[in-house]
């Protein structure tokens, strides 16, 4: 019995170091972010360094925002006033208050972003359409994107996701960026994937802001945070699936 509990603690305390670790030299991988027809998402974008933003397999055709909220770059510079098949537009924002700004596909694709603007290094936002299920999310061959969102989106009910189990935990708390206290709360064991949930606390008196690029890891095939700016002793939540390859 004390044997299985070890091996347990190994096992989480070895999670915890690959999360830690990969938090200290993360590559600043795109968020991605899979929408349905029309969907709104609150985020928190840099208004002292461009952010790129991009439909996956579609071009941004045109944009809806109050003029002079932002600052927008659209595709080719040959070609200011026009976006460009390049498809990517880059943005700051200007205003310190939340504004929202609006887009349109090639494929008549639609979504908004309200923006909160911080003083954080620029994002690159990466939307993917739901119904393309032949998406992967990274680089890796997982199951297709409708899977995963299956499995992400039971984590966030607090249910067991489907053909997955729950696991006993031993929780050992590590630190990102000083202030960022991570415990390990919910594991789920499936076949060929794991997911886990972490409480993700702010012990500083201060406003932080979270990216789940702090958490990448070669092995992530879906990371979501419930909140991305975390106010001083405030509870975010973090939910993780995992490769169980080897």
Excluded at 91 to 116: A, Q, R, W, Y
């Amino acid at each position: 019995m004390q044997n299985t509990i070890n091996r347990k603690g190994r096992v989480v305390g070895t999670l915890a170091s690959l999360l830690f670790s990969s938090a200290i030299f993360a590559s600043q991988a795109p968020i991605a972010i899979a929408f349905e027809e029309g969907e709104h998402f609150n985020l928190s974008l840099s208004s002292i360094n461009y952010n790129r933003v991009f439909v996956e397999g579609e071009t941004i055709t045109a944009l809806r925002y109050v003029e002079g909220t932002f600052v927008v770059e659209k595709g080719n510079s040959e070609k200011p006033d026009s976006l460009s098949l390049e498809d990517s537009v880059y943005l700051k924002p200007v205003f310190e208050t939340p504004l929202t700004i609006f887009f349109t596909t090639d494929k008549k694709h639609h979504f908004s972003l309200t923006v909160k603007p911080d003083e954080s290094a620029g994002k690159t936002l990466r939307l993917l359409v739901k119904n393309q299920t032949a998406l992967k999310y990274v680089k890796r061959d997982t199951a297709n994107i409708s899977d995963v969102d299956a499995v992400m989106a039971a984590m966030k009910s607090g249910a067991t996701p489907k053909d997955f189990s729950i696991k006993h935990v031993v929780s050992r708390p590590f630190y990102v960026k000083k202030d960022i206290k991570v415990s390990l709360e919910k594991h789920y064991q499936g076949a060929s994937s794991s997911g886990y949930v972490y409480r993700i606390e702010n012990k500083s008196n201060h406003e932080v802001a979270l990216s789940t690029s702090l958490f990448s890891h070669k092995k992530a095939e879906s990371l979501s945070l419930s909140d991305d700016i975390l106010a001083p002793k405030k509870v975010a939540y973090l939910y993780g699936l995992y490769s169980n390859d080897a």
